[in-house]
């Protein structure tokens, strides 16, 4: 009697009236933190099949695409539209995992990106002719641990952590609604909403 009479004293609700609602965020919680551990397991193996290697440059050729950018607004025909450049180097590298020396190509290795003009392209062969990376140059890349031969610029993308991160934010969603549970159960117990 007297934990039910503080518990209205100092104005929250008593287990029993929280019930139902606790139950279902304590599961909701629970398939988040599972969903967080999936996601960060998947994650991890995933990034454990790539290592990274000092490569040597053999040669180098330019590439470029064009993007196709416009402004963040609902009416299209008011939008800004421009046209972005890519310059790109297609490298030929070699790297060596203890006496083996792995040749490969990486394709697309992003040199820089700016608004396109009249000489884009000029601009972008004479970058990769003349500015670094050199052939002859040390650069850092990825490579398959399976397959050393598939080597990349930067560690390959993996959906393992969209996972994680929906785990994530139904986890703080399921904590915020607990909480907004648990009070408008309190409000309602003192009389202040319905």
């Known amino acids: ?9 100092f104005g929250f609700a008593p287990p029993e009236q929280i019930g139902m609602p606790f139950l279902h965020h ?3 919680i629970i398939i988040s933190i599972t969903f967080m551990g999936v ?20 040669s180098k050729s330019s ?12 009416d299209d025909e008011n939008c800004r539209h421009w046209t ?10 070699y790297h060596i995992l203890g006496e083996t020396n792995h040749t490969s190509q990486i ?3 992003v040199l820089y ?7 884009s392209e000029g601009k972008c062969n004479q970058f990769v002719e003349n500015d670094p990376p050199y052939v002859n140059w040390n ?5 398959d641990t399976e397959n050393p031969t598939q080597t990349y610029q930067e560690m390959p993308d993996s959906w393992y952590e969209l996972i994680f991160l929906l785990g994530g934010t139904s986890l703080l969603f399921a904590i915020l609604m607990g909480i907004l549970t648990i009070v408008f159960l309190t409000l309602r117990k003192l009389g202040i909403a319905s």
Do not use: P
């Open 1 to 9: 009697m007297e934990d039910s009479s503080s518990d209205e004293k």
């Open 26 to 28: 304590a599961l909701w």
């Open 39 to 58: 996601g960060d397991i998947l994650a991890t193996w995933h990034d454990s099949g790539f290592r990274q290697n000092e490569a040597t440059i053999l």
């Open 63 to 74: 590439d470029w695409d064009y993007v196709e950018k416009r402004d963040s607004c609902s």
């Open 84 to 93: 972005e450049i890519r310059c790109l180097a297609n490298v030929e590298i």
């Open 107 to 109: 394709d697309d290795w």
């Open 113 to 119: 990106t700016e608004r396109k003009s009249s000489n």
């Open 139 to 143: 650069i850092t890349i990825w490579y």
